[in-house]
């Protein structure tokens, strides 16, 4: 799936991400500035964090209860698109899905 991408810098890329894949490691292995999941995808840090842009936040499915607690506190302010992007994973569903990263998470 194509995920379109602004970094915690404001500079737009387009990531290749494969399915099964968490949108996390996609946008880690892509090297997007600001994707810094120091927790490796464990929903324990919030340094994933991102916003859905669009009609995106339709895609993704739903917050999960682990990620509900951690989004509260994520170093950048949550918002009602805000989503851990390790419990996002990817499929074709999500081809042409647009996200901010947050800056710090
Ligand atoms: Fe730590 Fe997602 S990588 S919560």
């Given at each position: 799936a194509k995920i379109y991408v602004t970094d915690a810098s404001g500079t737009d890329q387009v990531v290749d991400?494969?399915?099964?894949?968490s949108l996390m490691n996609a946008l880690l292995e892509a090297g997007v500035d600001g994707m810094l999941a120091d927790c490796g995808g464990g929903?324990?840090?919030?340094?994933?964090?991102?916003?859905i842009e669009g009609d995106g936040m339709?895609?993704?499915?739903?917050v999960n209860a682990i990620e509900n607690v951690m989004l509260d506190s994520a170093a950048s302010e949550r918002r009602e698109n805000?989503?851990?992007?390790c419990q996002i994973d990817i499929s074709d569903a999500l081809d042409g899905l647009t996200v901010t990263v947050a800056e710090n998470g």
């Open positions: 991400a494969s399915n099964g894949d929903c324990a840090c919030a340094t994933c964090h991102c916003y339709s895609l993704v499915g739903e805000s989503r851990l992007s």
